[in-house]
């Protein structure tokens, strides 16, 4: 086939989509991505999954602004027990924003619309992804989503919490809650989209000799991270068209009044909330598991086993959405089940850090702004991951559901866990994605402000949650207000940590040193490539390695007997 | 009545044996979850520091039994948590088993507030006052959205859904003021809807149910929870949505109907207001939008309502609402 029906990239040229080095005839040979072509028109119809990427990138990086501002203000109400600083409905409208803006336009596209979408190809030896124009298409859907919530927002906000309970969000909000579950329902369109292009993608367009176990784990964590997007999402799907049905045309589903049954919205919105979990932390570990041996120059320890893990943790997350609801009314029966089957699911989360520990053991450390996010990571995400431990023991969970507590461990997931391995990857493939290098000495100083803010700003929120303080409470008991304004503070500290990236990092794009293909010696295939990357990925065939994280230093794991 | 007015408080109180023993198994679970944690901090510090790139140290490898390691450190740590598991669930199975002889409470939840009824009758508002050593059921529902009925001193909370009964059960053993909150997000005012628990002796109790009456301002006070019960305030307070008179002081003053007569707010037209609205007692420049009362409240409710009503509690109160 010809050069030319590859780069519109439809499914019926899939056998030239394999050959991943014929050069594209209307470029020149070599331009980089980013140079390949100039006009508006070239980035927002290219199908370039590179510069999608990036224009993901430069979204997402919008709503965590969004996202962070109203979480500030949030804080900046707390600061007071009496809650003068803005009315209730507007303080319900500001965590309502900052949640549904933070899970659905920050979280759930992060790491995969991002660095999945521009690293998955190079890591496995392809072009491009398998569907590109799709590839685009998702982006569109996306931004149409978000466009319809954000404009709800400014006609006059949602208060129904990121979690629309039933009948509140049905009958008794009378905020934009139509518009804004629309927004939220599209996105999750958007997010099929990409996971359908991810898994075909990782099925069919490996490089010849790019097996399954010469993946890097990145690209298994979002195979495993796609078919959640695949199966999980339609339900939420599914829930928010029966909840838009009931508000817009009182066809009963979930209210009473209606006939119908409210707690089945927490089935349903959990059955795809809490895999939507690991649709925030699989990415995240599969940048960990990048980093951490990249920065030891040392194979990742159990590399078979962090590869199952993703998988089996993707299917077990599908069994556990009952630990939401132990005290909702859901059967005593079904509330021991849930909670057995999340300790099953959280220990072998939890003790992936073994692995990564096990991998530095032995290393030759380099302490590069990338391993400082890998390292704040790992110890926020064991407290995360143990704290849900906690939270899935029947006893504990009857005093702290729905406090401080559950605020605190799901920010040690999502913002221990998912962020920082976002800002870690960030670091680690910038200099890949622009060709440049950031300074470090700002680097290293961001992450410990981010650390030391974050522990600052959530930690008092376990001792708050154990103390009994309601989540979601603008008024609030003197005697939590203490632990209120240390909190507030740490969120000061992280802001900063926040600003300085967004700062030195686009500053580097014009005034940083050229990156070299591989500035930190790592191994994988995209750091063959010059950076940044050229526009057609490969100039020459990529060779697959022979065994992945093919480093320096490689303990020989052995199974049961010594050899 | 503030359980604390310290700014800072640093372990809940607990009420009860149940809410001792949760205690107990977090803490435990607290040393094992440090167990398992603390040597990772550890091990990543030393090795960060000890394998230094450009340090002097032994990197040598031999052969790693992966799998061995691999399978003992998911188990171990699993079969450890699996204990929690166990109390726990054992704990929350008894919270499930409510005993024969237990008093039962009924409760409420409504945008925003919650009523109490206890078994003899006696009802409050936001405040629930309850004897110890005896086990007390709350059977609860709600009249709108979902509510959570949370009393941290006891551990306990549980969910008041609108269309089944829900309940909770414990024993207390100490005395004392403590929080109770709405824990289920349910609307503009969700953090408002919290109160004070007051768990007394039960001669105490004994007494208080005989004042009980007395201490809420007799009917007038018992007319405050009737006036909630059937959200008068989403019209008459001030600032609600719905534009209607205020409802402060209206007792006994002249007041302008629609069709031009003036007349007496006296406890008859009170009454007859609350029953039948809008026939031919409109009031000036108001629309028709009341609903009529009558077959609604039951007459002990109405003598309750009127009696607030003509109270200068109800100015009080409506004056304080901002
Ligand atoms: C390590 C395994 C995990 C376990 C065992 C676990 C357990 C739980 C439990 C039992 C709750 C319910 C708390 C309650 O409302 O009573 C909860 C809440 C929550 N968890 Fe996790 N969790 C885990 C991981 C995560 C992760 C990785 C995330 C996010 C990336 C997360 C996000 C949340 C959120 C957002 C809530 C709040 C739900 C709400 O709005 O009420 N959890 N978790
Ligand atoms: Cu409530």
Redesign the pocket.
């Known amino acids: 086939m010809n050069s030319g029906s590859m780069t519109s990239g439809t499914i019926t040229d899939g056998p030239a989509l394999r050959d991943p080095h014929t050069p594209d005839s209307r470029l020149g040979h070599g331009a980089d991505y980013l140079h390949a072509e100039h006009t508006l028109r070239s980035w927002f119809f290219t199908t370039d999954h590179k510069r999608i990427a990036l224009l993901y990138l430069a979204s997402i990086t919008a709503f965590f602004v969004i996202g962070a501002v109203t979480a500030g203000l949030v804080r900046l109400a707390l600061v007071v027990p009496d809650g003068q600083v803005f009315t209730n409905d507007t303080y319900n409208k500001l965590f309502t924003i900052h949640g549904v803006v933070m899970?659905w336009f920050f979280?759930i596209p992060s790491i995969p619309a991002t660095f999945g979408n521009f690293l998955i190809p190079l890591m496995i030896g392809a072009r491009d992804l398998a569907f590109p124009k799709l590839n685009l298409a998702s982006w569109y859907v996306f931004m149409t989503g978000a466009i319809f919530t954000l404009v709800s927002v400014v006609l006059g906000g949602v208060d129904t919490?990121?979690?629309f309970y039933t009948p509140l969000s049905t009958a008794f909000s009378n905020t934009w809650v139509v518009p804004a579950l629309i927004g939220v329902t599209i996105v999750g369109f958007s997010s099929i989209l990409t996971g359908l292009n991810f898994v075909v993608t990782i099925h069919t367009m490996r490089a010849p000799g790019m097996t399954w176990f010469r993946l890097p784990i990145f690209v298994w964590t979002h195979y495993a991270t796609s078919l959640i997007f695949l199966l999980a999402t339609p339900v939420i799907t599914v829930a928010l068209i029966l909840l838009i049905a009931e508000r817009a045309f009182h066809i009963g589903v979930f209210d009473p009044a209606y006939g119908g049954d409210p707690v089945l919205f927490q089935h349903l919105f959990w059955f795809y909330?809490?895999p939507a979990?690991?649709i925030?932390?699989l990415p995240g570990m599969g940048v960990i598991s990048e980093i951490v041996p990249a920065f030891a120059q040392k194979k990742l320890f159990g590399y078979k086993f962090v590869a199952y893990a993703a998988i089996g943790l993707a299917s077990v997350t599908f069994f556990?959405w009952g630990?939401?609801m132990?005290?909702n009314g859901q059967s005593d029966l079904a509330s021991v089940a849930f909670s057995v089957l999340?300790?099953a699911?959280?220990v072998p989360?939890?003790v992936k850090v073994y692995n990564w520990t096990a991998t530095i053991h032995k290393g030759s450390l380099k302490l590069d702004t990338p391993m400082l996010y890998a390292m704040g990571y790992i110890g926020l995400f064991v407290l995360?991951?143990l704290t849900?431990?906690y939270?899935?023991t029947l006893a504990i969970?009857q005093h702290?559901?729905?406090t401080y507590f559950?605020v605190a461990?799901?920010h040690y997931?999502?913002v221990g866990?998912?962020v920082l391995a976002f800002l870690g990857g960030l670091h680690f493939w910038w200099p890949k994605i622009t060709g440049r290098m950031y300074s470090e000495a700002w680097g290293r100083i961001s992450a410990f402000l981010i650390f030391i803010g974050f522990n600052v700003t959530f930690f008092p929120q376990f001792i708050l949650g154990y103390l009994g303080m309601p989540?979601r409470y603008h008024v609030y008991p003197p005697e939590f207000q203490f632990l209120n304004i240390l909190s507030s503070a740490g969120s000061t500290i992280l802001a900063v940590g926040y600003i300085f990236p967004m700062v030195y990092l686009v500053y580097s794009i014009w005034f940083g040193k050229r990156a070299p293909a591989n500035p930190w010696d790592a191994r994988g295939l995209e750091w063959t490539v010059a950076s940044p990357p050229p526009a057609h990925n490969f100039l020459t065939e990529p060779q697959a390695p022979k065994i992945p994280y093919d480093y320096p230093i490689q303990a020989r794991e052995t199974g049961r007997q010594h050899s | 009545m503030n359980p604390t007015d310290l700014a800072l408080q640093l372990w809940p109180a607990a009420a009860s044996a149940t809410a001792v023993e949760t205690d107990w198994l977090i803490l435990a679970f607290t040393v094992l979850t440090l167990l398992l944690t603390v040597p990772v901090f550890v091990a990543i510090t030393w090795f960060a520091i000890r394998y230094r790139q450009g340090e002097e140290a032994d990197r040598s490898h031999g052969n790693v039994r992966s799998v061995l390691i691999e399978i003992s450190w998911m188990l171990i740590p699993f079969l450890l948590t699996l204990i929690f598991f166990v109390w726990g669930a054992r704990l929350f199975f008894i919270s499930k088993q409510v005993p024969g002889d237990a008093m039962v409470v009924e409760a409420i939840g409504r945008q925003w507030m919650w009523k109490f009824q206890h078994p003899t009758g006696q009802s409050e508002i936001n405040d629930l006052h309850l004897p110890i050593g005896q086990p007390i059921k709350i059977r609860m529902i709600s009249q709108d959205v979902i509510h959570n009925l949370y009393l941290p001193a006891l551990r306990m909370q549980m969910a008041t859904l609108p269309d089944r009964y829900t309940e909770l059960w414990f024993k207390a053993d100490r005395t004392g003021s403590y929080r109770l909150y709405c824990s289920e997000y349910c609307g503009t005012d969700h953090s408002k809807m919290d109160g004070t628990l007051t768990l007394m002796t039960q001669a105490d109790y004994a007494a208080w149910l005989q004042n009980a009456g007395a201490r809420q301002g007799g009917q007038a006070g018992a007319g405050r929870a009737v006036y909630e019960s059937y959200a008068c305030g989403t019209c008459h307070d001030p600032g609600a949505k719905v534009r209607a008179p205020s409802l402060a002081g209206l007792y006994g003053r002249e007041v302008k109907l629609a069709d031009g007569r003036i007349v007496t707010a006296d406890e008859t037209y009170l009454r007859d207001k609350i029953l039948n609205p809008n026939r031919q007692k409109l009031a000036a420049d108001y629309k028709q939008v009341m609903p009529a009362f009558r077959n609604v409240i039951p007459n002990d409710d109405l003598d309750r309502l009127v009696a607030y009503l003509k109270s200068s509690g109800a100015t009080a109160q409506q004056e304080a609402t901002p």
Request: no cysteine; proline share 0%; aromatic share 12%.
């Open positions: 899970v979280l919490g990121w979690t909330s809490h979990v690991y925030m932390v556990v630990h939401h132990f005290v999340s300790f699911v959280a989360s939890a995360g991951g849900g431990l939270l899935a969970n702290v559901h729905a559950v461990h799901f997931i999502m866990g998912t989540r």
